[in-house]
């Protein structure tokens, strides 16, 4: 192939004519610019969502530009801009957002990396002076946090809890590997997390000199999208960021790369707590910058590699004793200036050589003999359907993904020109892409020198483990053997086994308030269509009906478990490897399940695809596959993923807290080796037709871009077509009970200074819409205040969750949780503090202030649901599972509105009085 005559090429792409070796021009429909000062910004017009705006300020400063008595003091500074900055003093940032509607950690956030820091911030734009705010809490995070000493203070034991929380096998691996991996460059001495001698003894001047260094002008810019005025926003960037000062002698911001050394590195890594043997080959290379078309072409063909490489790596899983657990390969971004390939492998008990070999092969084979036509079409296809997906799309695009793509663009020069030229792009050089050149590719990057070999393993495993010779011997060994060519396996037949014989739309009622038509089919089954306009191209499908595991005593309750995996041997005529392929370039997806008093086929679709979804469907529910092979398998990787469980601390303490509910629901207890020879594939076949066999209890509910008319032949054929029993089956009632009085229990395992706690609340609820507002806001409540509390006053955690939980039936109940990770030493400290928090809001009430908050945000966080074809579609399963009126979201706003102080005093008192209440602890086994 001449690739000089491809690169000189044009490509015409809409109204734009580009050559290869051109810089892909920016997105026209963003207003950019750059003041005196160097900064820079990017303004664009979108209404996904309306009345809302995302400011993002991206800053070309991180962990490597540190001193050495500056190491975690980039990511420091990321939380100090937090807790005060000129304008927002201490707390008042973070307090005076959340009333306005913005959640912290949710909404409001911050990273930090090698190489940058990002700040974000979505806010309403419907009251200009939150936008106002907004952009001066940008101008602020820019270059005024006031970095108070006695602020940092405070913060120290915030960072080091959050430091604490990466504790653990895979820290210890990653410290003793990283150094070898980035060839002992300036990032492997960098983390951003920082070191515990600099978090506790560094000075204010020492975080003080790297903001005046590097918090400047000519390294950040601010992304603006959103539903606001492109001009009057450029104006008031302008008038605000204009004034930021660059040092007098500013330090040259270095640009640090990894550099190749043309050599072949090996490491072997134990610890006593990991549960997993793997190998790991990373491949190093030059980092394919995106700027060009010519870029844009070797990037589609790495997309298209890693897509065929991931469907025959998937294709030797499905195989009779697949030789590993799991495994992969692809081409992505490393760091420092370079990509890799990456294979990966999970080996089998005792099976490293062979899980290795077999997984090298398939890259061997690929490098060998490239790929075959049929798999590069089904590639391009894939690819190109997805970028079409997101042509259609494009006036619904939400803010969030254009803001991503800018960042890329001012920190790397990642090429955004928009989704037409995109599309227009991929669709030209996917014409002119041929296997081999393809093929050619593939064997440039599999090359035989820079490549690190990883292996980490239990330490029991350390002896048996190779040495670098021996390993080296697999390779060649794989690399010298004879193997065959890929050959690429496709069905000619149709999916379908037989063809449905179609039922009939039998009445139809259209419900104006809300919007939807129920129609009533001949065999029973009923279907709710709700259209919307949200999405251009979404439609999403679930049918359910009552019974599931419930309906099976405990010796078939494993079994009836286990069912969920009969989806994942195909459907009709076509295996698991057959429909894959089937699959390929088309937009939807289809999964069946069984749930403990329900089962269910959850869908979502484009509009031209939908038929195809529902004959999927069919095939699914009417002509499911049994697969010895794939059984086995799917048994045998459940056995091994348990072979190694106790090394693990968090698995010990989770089986632990599974172990103490199951006293409650003995069939949920943890599965174990023993259980998972008792289940038999015929049993799990027969109770996997069993559930599906009876369509008059289904109900199915389709919400997006729906053509109520069109639509009904298909529901006719595919829904009315399915068989009916009219067994009127109800789910049982398995007499199980929230946990009931007061359980407290601690387990010691692992090495690290490093404590988990949970706190466990349960019993009866008063179930209706407006309590569940109720709960709801007693959880954020308490959110706010342990936020509050133990982090921002104590210092002790990083990141305190609650969370709660409430079903309707069999009885109503509700599950309340606290969770948080701390040092060891504090745990009786700061437990006894979120149960004083708790007792606070039970005697007094909450503060207004954090009734207010809860308010807002709800509120605001309403306003972006009632818009969102997915917040309609499980509000309306949940409904009519809960027997509760679907009309219930019309008063939603105002019962939110209307929850009182004493409204949440009463919740808490309820529902957290401690009468059930479980303890659970996590500690070190030093501390026993």
């Known amino acids: 192939m001449n690739i000089k005559k491809i690169f000189s090429a044009v490509l015409l792409t809409g109204l734009y004519s580009i050559t290869y070796a051109q810089t892909l021009p920016f997105d026209p429909a963003v207003r950019t610019g750059k003041l005196a000062n160097g900064f820079t910004y990017y303004i664009r017009h979108n209404e996904e969502p309306k009345n ?54 949710a909404d409001l956030n911050a990273t930090t990396g090698f190489d940058e820091t990002i700040y974000q911030l979505p806010i309403p734009s419907d009251k200009p002076e939150i936008v106002q705010h907004g952009l001066q809490i940008m101008r602020d995070w820019a270059q005024d946090a006031t970095l108070d000493p006695a602020e940092i203070n405070k913060e120290r034991g915030v960072v080091l809890e959050e430091k604490r929380l990466k504790k653990g096998a895979g820290e210890r691996m990653q410290n003793q590997y990283l150094p070898l991996l980035l060839n002992n460059s300036i990032y492997a001495k960098r983390l951003p997390i920082g070191t515990e001698e600099v978090l506790t003894t560094f000075k204010p001047e020492a975080i003080q000199r790297f903001y005046r260094d590097w918090y400047r002008p000519d390294l950040q810019a601010l992304m603006v999208v959103g539903d606001i005025d492109v001009d009057k926003m450029e104006k008031d960037i302008k008038s605000r960021f204009g004034d930021l000062k660059k040092p007098a002698s500013p330090r040259i911001r270095p640009n640090f790369t990894v550099q190749l050394t043309g050599k072949d590195q090996y490491i072997v890594v134990t610890d006593p707590e990991e549960t997993n043997t793997s190998i790991e080959i990373n491949i190093k290379q030059p980092k394919l910058n995106l700027h060009t078309a010519a870029d844009y072409r070797a990037f589609l063909i790495r997309q298209l590699v890693n897509y065929m490489l991931s469907q025959r790596y998937a294709d030797v899983q499905r195989q009779s004793a697949p030789p590993f657990l799991a495994a992969g390969a692809g081409i992505g971004e490393f760091i420092g200036g370079l990509d890799n390939y990456s294979m990966s492998i999970t080996a089998k008990p005792g099976e490293l050589e062979a899980g290795f070999k077999n997984a090298w092969r398939l890259s061997e084979q690929a490098k060998r003999y490239g790929f075959t036509p049929t798999e590069l079409d089904r590639a391009k296809n894939v690819y190109l359907q997805q970028l079409a997906s997101v042509l259609k799309e494009k006036s619904k695009t939400p803010s969030d993904n254009y803001v991503a793509e800018y960042v890329q663009y001012f920190l790397h020069g990642t090429a955004s020109p928009g989704i037409d030229i995109e599309y227009g792009i991929s669709k030209n050089v996917s014409a002119s892409l041929s296997t081999d050149e393809v093929n050619n590719y593939l064997k440039q990057v599999i090359k035989g020198t820079d490549r690190d070999i990883l292996i980490t393993a239990p330490e029991k495993e350390k002896a048996s483990l190779p040495s670098e010779q021996t390993f080296m011997e697999w390779m060649k060994a794989v690399e010298s053997e004879h193997i065959s060519a890929f050959q690429d396996v496709t069905s000619k037949q149709g999916l379908l086994t037989a063809a449905p014989i179609a039922g009939k739309i039998i009445n139809s009622e259209y419900n104006k308030a809300l919007n939807i038509t129920t129609l009533t089919l001949s065999n029973g089954a009923k279907v709710l269509l709700k259209a919307t306009n949200f999405k251009n191209d979404q439609i999403l499908f679930t049918g359910t009906s009552a019974g599931g595991t419930s309906l099976y005593d405990i010796a078939h309750f494993r079994a009836a478990d286990a069912a969920n995996i009969v989806p994942s041997f195909g459907a009709g005529n076509y295996n698991e490897s057959e429909l894959s392929k089937y699959l390929s370039g088309k937009q939807f997806s289809i999964r069946p399940s069984i749930g403990e008093r329900t089962q269910a086929v959850n869908g979502a679709s484009s509009v031209n695809d939908l038929e195809d979804a529902l004959q999927l469907m069919y095939a699914y529910l009417t002509q499911p596959r049994k697969d010895t092979i794939l059984f086995k398998n799917t048994i045998a990787r459940a056995k091994a993923a348990l072979l190694n469980r106790q090394n693990d601390p968090a698995q010990v303490f989770n089986d632990t807290v599974t172990a103490v509910l199951s006293s409650y629901n003995i069939r949920r207890a943890r599965q174990t080796a023993e259980d998972l020879d008792h289940i038999e594939l015929d049993q799990v076949y027969s109770i996997y037709k069993e559930r599906f066999a009876d369509a008059s209890g289904f109900t199915f509910v389709f919400t997006g871009s729906i053509d109520t008319v069109a639509i009904k032949p298909l529901l006719e054929k595919y829904i009315g077509s399915l068989p009916s029993l009219y067994r009127n089956e109800q789910a049982k009632d398995l007499g199980i009970t929230s946990p009931a009085g007061k359980v407290s229990k601690t387990v010691y395992k692992g090495t690290e200074d490093k404590a988990n706690v949970l706190l466990f609340f349960s019993g009866p609820f008063d179930y209706s819409f407006t309590n569940q507002l109720k709960v709801d806001a007693l959880k954020e409540i308490l959110q706010i205040r342990l936020i509050e509390r133990l982090r921002e006053d104590e210092g ?90 679907l009309d219930a979201v019309n008063t939603y706003s105002e019962d939110v509105g209307k929850i009182t102080v004493e409204d949440v005093k009463k919740m808490a008192t309820q529902y957290l009085g401690g009468e059930n209440f479980i303890r659970m602890v996590l500690l070190p086994e030093k501390t026993k």
């Open 796 to 885: 002790g955690v990083y990141a305190p969750t609650v969370g709660v939980t409430y079903a309707k039936y069999p009885k109503a109940r509700f599950n309340f949780t606290v969770s948080f990770a701390c040092a060891p030493n504090n745990v009786e400290q700061l437990i006894a503090a979120t149960l004083d928090e708790i007792n606070k809001i039970r005697n007094t009430g909450p503060l207004p202030v954090n009734l207010d908050k809860f308010k807002a945000e709800t509120q605001r966080t309403i306003e972006l649901q009632l818009k969102s074809n997915g917040f309609w579609h499980t509000y309306t399963i949940g409904q009519i599972q809960n027997k509760e009126p």
């Open 52 to 105: 809302r705006v995302v400011f993002y300020l991206a800053n070309k400063v991180g962990s490597v530009l540190e001193d050495d008595d500056q190491r975690g003091l980039a990511h420091f500074i990321e939380h100090m801009s937090f807790n005060g900055t000129k304008n927002f003093p201490k707390n008042e940032l973070v307090d005076y957002l959340q009333k306005t509607g913005v959640r912290f950690g």
